[in-house]
């Protein structure tokens, strides 16, 4: 059954006027959906009775099954069922500025990328747009607070995804939708290049994210098979023409792993790859797993390799962690209840 946070605003304005309604009852539907989060649509009161009918004869009013929450002062993890009975996960973070959920966008996810859970259990399907829409409002749901910011950074490659991804950001920003601010949306996305030139077409003024990792073809082919496909000096000429295009500031991520790419040269290499462009780089502290051999680097490498950005004239920041203690790591909770 097609679920009805599958539809755009504009989905739903058309559908009212080939099915001889007026196209307000979109407006109807969103407020009943978005602001008043009824079940369903019986408690759609000023709807008229027919078309009650004819909208459950179309569409259901679904749910994701929360099979497990895992709570720390400042992160929730939720692993979610699908109607499929695939798993899939979001974690919930709490900042100083408001809470922000990092979303998963496949189950799965095909990139490969060496050192990421995920990447090790290969894409099973992509996520509907209402998967992504749902897992905002059940954690929403879930904790009886507003998520101010989301990030697309779960299981799964958006730009693999990549209409489903539109219509999710077009619902969760629409004025009557969930109303997340597009500047409150970012995406991460391994470098898919044909994507990240749609993407700055895209009327949105939605933040982009780049997993960049090393600063070399020779290293990023090692860690992410997508670089053979996609090349760093493509890759950075097509984010170059997406800066100049919509003049917005592009993080890249740089997962630091040990004696993989941490070394001074790395970090020098990087600010010739990035000198002059608008962006920032976030060093990530990888996340170590049972399953794959890669090690964190120490937390002396990762200050030295921050301070040789920074003296670059390059922002930058290291992430902040949240829930290492419960497995707050892309795919992990997911990757454990299937070693169960
Ligand atoms: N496919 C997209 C989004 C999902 S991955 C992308 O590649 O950007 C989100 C981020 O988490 C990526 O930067 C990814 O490289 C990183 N990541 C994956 N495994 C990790 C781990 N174990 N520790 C830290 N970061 C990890």
Redesign the pocket.
């Known amino acids: 059954m097609n679920s009805i946070y599958n539809k755009t605003f504009k989905d739903l304005e058309e559908y009212f006027i080939e099915n001889n309604e007026k196209s307000y009852k979109a407006t109807q539907l969103f407020e009943w959906l978005y602001s008043k989060r009824v079940k369903s649509f019986d408690e759609m009161s000023n709807i008229k009775k027919d078309v009650i009918q004819k909208l459950k004869e179309d569409f259901v009013v679904d749910k994701l099954v929360i099979k497990k929450v895992e709570r720390d002062k400042d992160v929730n993890k939720y692993l979610f069922e699908l109607c499929d009975g695939n798993l899939i996960e979001a974690v919930l973070m709490m900042h100083d500025y408001g809470k922000s959920i990092c979303i998963s966008s496949q189950v799965g996810?095909n990139?490969g990328?060496k050192?990421?859970?995920s990447g090790r259990q290969k894409k099973v399907r992509n996520l509907l747009p209402s998967e992504m829409v749902l897992q905002i409002l059940q954690v929403e749901e879930d904790i009886n607070d507003r998520i101010s910011h989301v990030v697309v950074?779960?299981i799964?490659?958006?730009f693999d995804n990549y209409d489903n991804l539109v219509d999710f950001i077009d619902i969760i920003n629409h004025p009557k939708g969930i109303q997340i601010g597009s500047r409150h949306i970012t995406v991460?996305?391994?470098g898919i290049i044909p994507k990240i030139e749609e993407f700055s077409r895209l009327p949105y003024q939605v933040n982009l994210?780049i997993?960049l990792?090393a600063a070399t073809n020779e290293k990023r082919n090692k860690i992410m098979p997508i670089n053979k496909v996609y090349p760093l000096e493509n890759l950075i000429e097509v984010i170059k023409k997406y800066i100049a295009k919509t003049n917005r500031r592009v993080t890249f991520?740089y997962?630091m792993l040990k004696e993989v790419n941490d070394s001074i040269e790395d970090a020098n290499k990087l600010c010739d790859l990035l000198k002059g462009m608008n962006c920032y780089v976030n060093l990530?502290p990888?996340?170590e797993?049972n399953n794959i051999e890669f090690k964190r680097s120490k937390k002396d490498t990762i200050l030295q390799f921050y301070d040789i950005i920074k003296k670059r004239n390059i922002a930058v920041t290291i992430r902040r962690e949240f829930g290492s203690n419960i497995s707050a790591?892309?795919g992990q909770l997911r990757s454990k209840k299937e070693d169960l």
């Open positions: 996810c990139m990328c050192f990421c859970e950074m779960g799964g490659e958006p991460s996305t391994c994210a997993s990792h991520e997962i990530i990888y996340n797993t790591a892309c």
